[in-house]
C-alpha cells in the first residue's frame, strides 16, 4: 500500500504535496479550509483549491461539501512523510498556526454562545487571525460540537508545548460552550490543565473563571461535594480580589448543585444571594438568569405560587434586556408550572410561544431539547397524541444526530 501511495503522491505538483505532508502533522479526523490554511499559511483561498487538488488526485476524501478527510492508512502516510521531510521548526510553527486558528475560531463562536453571560478572562491576547463569523447561535453550537475532541487536543498541545496561556485562553472558552451542550461530555481534563497554566502563569482572574469550570466538570461526572469545593475556592478568589460581581458565578453554581441534588431550600437561599449580587452590581440579564434558577428549584419543591412569581419578574427583566432566549426559557418555565398545577390550555399557550422562539433563534442545545419534551406532555395533556409524539421524535432525532454529527467546514 505504501508503494501504491507513493506512486500517487509522486504525481502530486509542489504545493499539494506539501500541504498533504502539513496534514500528517495533526490527525486530525476531519478538516476544511481552515485548518489547512493555517498548517500550510496560505489563504483560505488558496486552501480550499488545494483541497480540490487532492481530492482530484484521490489523496483526500470528501464526505460532505467543505468537508474532508484522509484515510486511516494514507494518515499514517502522510504523517511518515512529515516527520522525514517536515523540519522541527516548520512542523512547530505549522502545529502553532494551528492552535491560534482553532483558539481565533472558538473565540468567533463563544459570542454567540454567550448568550448574556460575561466573557472569560484572557490569560494573554488572543491571536490575531482570520477566522470565520458565526451567523446564528445554532452554527456556533455544532462547530464546537464537531470539532469538540480538537479543542481538548488544541489545550493539551499547547501546555506541553510551552503555550500556557493559550491553552488556559482555550479551556476558558470551551466552558462557555460545554455548559449548553445537548450532550454531556467529560471536561474535567481540559478545565484542569487550563488551570494548571493559569496559576503556573500567576493570573488569578483566570484561574478563578478555571475553578469555576473545573467545578462544573465535576458536577457532570457526579462528583457533587467536589464540585462545590471548587466553587468555594473560586469564590473566596473572587473574593480576595474584589470582583463583587464575580461572585454571583460560583454562588449559583453551588445552587446548581443542591437542586440537582434534591435540596430545593438551600439551592433558593444561594440563588437569592447570587441574584441580589448581580442587582447590585448593575448585571441585570445575569440577574434575571440567577432567579429563572431559583424560579427552577420552587418549581420542583411544589412552591407553585413562588415560581410563577419568579418567573414573572424574570420574563420583564429578560424581555427589557432584548434577551430571547432567556424569554423562551422562561415561558417554558411557566408552562411546566402551569401544567403541574392542572391549567393544561394555559400551558401549552406558553410553550408553542417558547417554541416560536427557540425556532427563531435556531436553537439547538439543552434548553431546545427540554422545550420539546415538555411540549409534548403539554400536547399530550390536551389530547393532542400525535403533536406529541412528532416532539419527542424531533427531540430525540436531534440528541441522535448531534452525538455523532459530521464536523462541518467552518
Known sequence: MRASFRLSYDTLDDDLAAAFRMLGLAALPTFGAGQVAALCDVSTEHAERLLEGLADAHMVQSPAF?????????????????????????????IGRLHDWYAATLHAASRQLAEGRPAPPEAEPMPAVDVPAFATHRA????????????????AEAARRNRPGLAANVACLLWMYVTRA???????????????CARALGVEPVQAWLLNGLGAALARTGDSEGAVEMYQQALDLRQ????????????????????????????VKHYLSASAIAAGCGRRQEQGMILENAANSYREMGAHDEALAAYTS?????????????????????????????RSEESLAQHERAMAINRELGNVDRQFLDALDLLARAYASCALIEKARACWAEADALAAHQDSAPIPAP
Request: with cysteine; charged share 20%; glycine share 12%.
Open 182 to 196: 445537548v450532550v454531556p461530555r467529560s471536561h474535567v481534563t481540559s478545565q484542569r490543565i487550563g488551570l494548571e
Open 140 to 155: 456556533a453550537v455544532e462547530w464546537c460540537q464537531a470539532q469538540y475532541l480538537a479543542l481538548e487536543w488544541v489545550i
Open 240 to 267: 480576595r480580589l474584589g470582583d463583587e460581581a464575580g461572585c454571583a458565578a460560583p454562588l449559583n453554581n453551588i445552587g446548581n448543585v443542591r437542586h440537582y441534588q434534591g435540596r430545593y431550600a438551600e439551592a
Open 66 to 94: 467543505g468537508v474532508y478527510r484522509l484515510h486511516d492508512l494514507l494518515r499514517l502516510f502522510a504523517t511518515e512523510l512529515a516527520h522525514a521531510q517536515v523540519s522541527t521548526g516548520e512542523g512547530d510553527h505549522a
Open 314 to 342: 424574570v420574563l420583564e427583566i429578560h424581555d427589557s434586556e432584548g434577551y430571547q432566549y432567556g424569554v423562551a426559557g422562561c415561558l417554558t418555565g411557566i408552562g411546566d408550572t402551569l401544567h403541574r398545577l392542572g
